[in-house]
T-cell receptor, first 110, second 115 residues
Framework: EDQVTQSPEALRLQEGESSSLNCSYT??????LFWYRQDPGKGPEFLFT???AGEEKEKERLKATLTKKESFLHITAPKPEDSATYLC???????????FGSGTKLNVKP | DAGVIQSPRHEVTEMGQEVTLRCKPI?????LFWYRQTMMRGLELLIY????????DSGMPEDRFSAKMPNASFSTLKIQPSEPRDSAVYFC?????????????FGDGTRLSIL
């Protein structure tokens, strides 16, 4: 059964303390893995798409990487404004809809 | 560029009333998706359209829910009659194609409370 699992559920960091979020998937025939950021009261905001193992994408303090089984979202020297819930999503091979993970709630303290 | 626009942002109504949520996708996007988000179940896909045609409505909870897309720039999600368990945040998203390898872009949602 296709699944997307994110860990940890919640992460508290001090400002400047780097860490990584994990998204593991069992979807066969990967066509892309998508990372989103969601702020309270807002819709998910698209961050990155990764299409193949070994691919990396960067945006400010965020870097997303992809292997054949999982993706990591690395956060370098985070700031309080990076606090949000981060979601990953994967479309299964034969469907055009996304399977979303349950998200990691990141809290960065000043 | 204008993003996905949803209305209303908040809706509070009594059980049994009809609720209509509205969505305007990004211009030029061919696929539109309706999601529901709750703490317990996360983001759930309810239905998606490709070129205004419903493709998969297997996520619609029951017959009380219906969705339409009369043209490329407008979609509605209707609940009739509404029940307290329908309380959630409802999101609309659109993507350029229905190929599954394009990102979906979300609106800011409608927070629905059924009393």
């Amino acid at each position: 059964e296709d699944q997307v699992t994110q860990s940890p559920e919640a992460l508290r960091l001090q400002e400047g303390e780097s860490s990584s979020l994990n998204c593991s998937y069992t979807v066969s025939g990967l066509r892309g893995l998508f990372w989103y950021r969601q702020d309270p009261g807002k819709g998910p905001e698209f961050l990155f798409t990764l299409y193949s193992a070994g691919e990396e994408k960067e945006k400010e303090r965020l870097k997303a990487t992809l292997t054949k089984k999982e993706s990591f979202l690395h956060i370098t020297a985070p700031k309080p404004e990076d606090s949000a819930t981060y979601l990953c999503a994967v479309p299964p091979y034969n469907f055009n809809k996304f399977y979303f993970g349950s998200g990691t709630k990141l809290n960065v303290k000043p | 560029d204008a993003g996905v626009i949803q209305s209303p942002r908040h809706e509070v109504t009594e059980m049994g009333q009809e609720v209509t949520l509205r969505c305007k996708p990004i211009s030029g996007h061919n696929s539109l998706f309706w999601y529901r988000q709750t703490m317990m179940r996360g983001l759930e896909l309810l239905i998606y359209f490709n070129n205004n045609v419903p493709i998969d409505d297997s996520g619609m909870p029951e017959d009380r829910f219906s969705a339409k897309m009369p043209n490329a720039s407008f979609s509605t999600l209707k609940i009739q009659p509404s029940e307290p368990r329908d309380s959630a945040v409802y999101f609309c998203a659109s993507s350029q194609t229905g190929a599954g390898n394009q990102p979906q872009h979300f609106g800011d949602g409608t927070r629905l409370s059924i009393l």
